[in-house]
């Protein structure tokens, strides 16, 4: 097979809305032509932002960084550590190397100095805490250090298996809420998710065409997750059916608003613990890392 603008073979075999063979040099473009009229169809951002970019040394957040630096946008980079055996020392390693080959710079977090513990000491729902956690630390240090957006990888196979999953159990108050575009509120900053649209085999294709350095070890607490079931199927059904996850994404933007319900007056306030913006008295990250006990241990040692 030949790519289609030129004598060159094909490297990629792009199959929505019409099947074409692409080879290397003219799928980067046709791939960052997608990222930046994904970018601008849904006002995503603008040149004079201060960006930071979320990477946990896997693909998506790496190319989303790459391709943003090579659109010209202003980007550093954000990472954290969680201290998660045989897996944070490689995201790590994979990390720098990005932020050296971007000359970008590289903030990193360690989740151990903050709370004491890191996600392998927690019980339970650790891929749930694991997403509260790093909301909560990225957001926080984006905002203290004057950014204006957080960017994340997230891509159309995300996107489109956490709907389905919202769909089977009928979560309906989350259904209304997947979007392109968070504004900021209080002091929570803009979050942007610019491959939205974007399907994940593109951005691997894409990583591997850039020779973008990233890592492949998956975290451990992440195996058996239902979304990555949803995820294969969706797949299998993409073979058959080219442009089904597309449509089912477009699809449902179009009657999200279905799924709207009326939210009494909701005030948000600020932490007790730490004076983040909550929905209740003490944050969730403060609730999940118990850190109103070490509050409290602080104060109680004080009146002495
Ligand atoms: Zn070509
Ligand atoms: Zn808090």
Redesign the pocket.
């Known amino acids: 097979m030949k790519c289609r603008f030129c004598n060159s073979p094909s490297y990629v075999e792009i199959r929505y809305p019409k099947k074409i063979n692409l080879c290397k040099e003219h799928f980067i473009e046709y791939f960052e032509d997608r990222v930046k009229k994904s970018i601008e169809k849904y006002k995503m951002l603008n040149k004079d932002e201060k960006i930071l970019v979320a990477v946990s040394g896997g693909k998506d957040g790496h190319v989303a960084a790459w391709i943003l630096k090579k659109l010209g946008y202003n980007i550093e980079l954000f990472h954290i550590n969680l201290g998660i055996k045989g897996f944070s020392d490689e995201s790590l390693r994979a990390v720098k190397a990005l932020a050296e080959r971007l000359n970008t710079p590289l903030h990193v977090v360690d989740l151990k100095e903050i709370t004491g513990k890191t996600i392998e000491d927690i019980r339970g729902k650790k891929c749930s805490i694991c997403g509260i956690t790093k909301r909560y630390l990225m957001n926080k240090f984006g905002y203290e250090r004057g950014f204006d957006v957080i960017i994340t990888g997230h891509n159309l196979d995300d996107e489109i298996s956490f709907i389905l999953n919202n769909v089977l159990n009928w979560n309906i108050r989350y259904l209304a809420k997947h979007e392109p575009v968070l504004p900021a509120h209080d002091k929570f900053l803009k979050k942007v998710k610019i491959f939205f649209e974007i399907d994940e085999y593109l951005i691997l294709k894409y990583a591997e065409a850039e020779e973008i350095p990233f890592t492949t070890v998956k975290c451990k607490f992440a195996e058996g997750a239902i979304t990555l079931k949803h995820r294969d199927y969706l797949n299998e059904l993409e073979k058959e059916r080219s442009g089904i996850k597309l449509q089912f994404l477009y699809g449902y933007m179009k009657n999200r608003h279905l799924f709207k319900v009326e939210e009494e007056d909701f005030q948000f306030r600020e932490?007790e613990?730490?004076g983040?913006t909550?929905a209740g008295k003490?944050?969730s990250?403060?609730r999940v890392w118990k850190?109103y006990k070490k509050k409290r241990k602080k104060e109680n040692n004080k009146g002495k």
């Open positions: 932490c613990v730490c983040m909550s003490i944050c990250f403060c850190l």
